[in-house]
């Protein structure tokens, strides 16, 4: 754990403080930068193995750097943000970041999805378990390698880690409120939406037709299912 870099891009000085203090106290090594051309600049240099990120920056959005994360790969990202519109969460969630904090927030709870984000990151603790494979569709858990029709897909580690619940337990309904326990481990700062979002993105993915997933099936007023 003492090896993670994070990277904090956070414009409130107080608030990158005790963040940075709290982070430090859990082992973590960490990196303040306070403006999103500086957050680019950094990135640029050296790949952290998490991101903290505000959504409102100076120069460059959160939004902006959310997008520039993932088209260069799967960096875990964590927003923390004031901003608490449902739309606001929705977007930053399906832009691909992992997780989604609204301020005022719990340093320890932050703490908390630090280490759930990067546990289940590919960076985080090595997985031993054995891959998944079903017709036209493998998940293989030691390299986060998911193929769908014969072809190679890109998933965050938290839509690699909803999938995989999910593949592990065949055509068993899940609530929203089971899978956020499961893959995010509980907590009243993540909003149940964070679930919907993943799955639609899981969906334009792996299904052939999303409008029509085979897959990733929801059951109306339960939650969802995979079907093998």
Do not use: N
Not at 25 to 41: F, M, P
Not at 97 to 104: I, N, S, T
Not at 121 to 148: I, M, N
């Amino acid at each position: 754990m003492s090896e993670s870099l994070i990277l904090i891009v956070e414009d409130e000085p107080s608030i990158a403080e005790v963040v940075t203090l709290y982070l430090r106290r859990a082992g973590y090594q960490t990196r303040v930068v306070a403006d999103g051309a500086a957050a680019l600049e950094a990135l640029g240099r050296q790949a952290p193995d998490l991101v903290i990120l505000d959504l409102m920056l100076p120069q460059v959005d959160g939004f902006a750097i959310t997008r520039y994360i993932r088209d260069r790969g799967d960096t875990p990202i964590i927003i923390v943000s004031s901003r608490r519109e449902e739309s606001d969460r929705i977007a930053g969630l399906e832009l691909g970041a992992d997780d989604y904090l609204v301020k005022p927030f719990s340093p320890q709870e932050l703490v908390s999805r630090v280490r759930a984000v990067l546990r289940r990151s590919h960076k985080g603790e090595e997985r031993d378990e054995a891959p998944l494979t079903f017709p036209q569709l493998s998940l293989d858990p030691a390299t986060l390698l998911v193929t769908a029709r014969g072809q190679e897909v890109a998933l965050t580690a938290k839509e690699f880690e909803l999938l995989h619940h999910l593949a592990r337990h065949p055509r068993r309904v899940f609530t929203r409120d089971q899978l956020l326990q499961a893959v995010w481990g509980g907590s009243e700062y993540i909003d149940p939406s964070t679930v919907t979002v993943h799955i639609r993105r899981l969906r334009e993915k792996i299904e052939a037709d999303p409008s029509d997933p085979q897959r990733l099936l929801t059951v109306w007023g339960v939650g969802y299912r995979f079907e093998p």
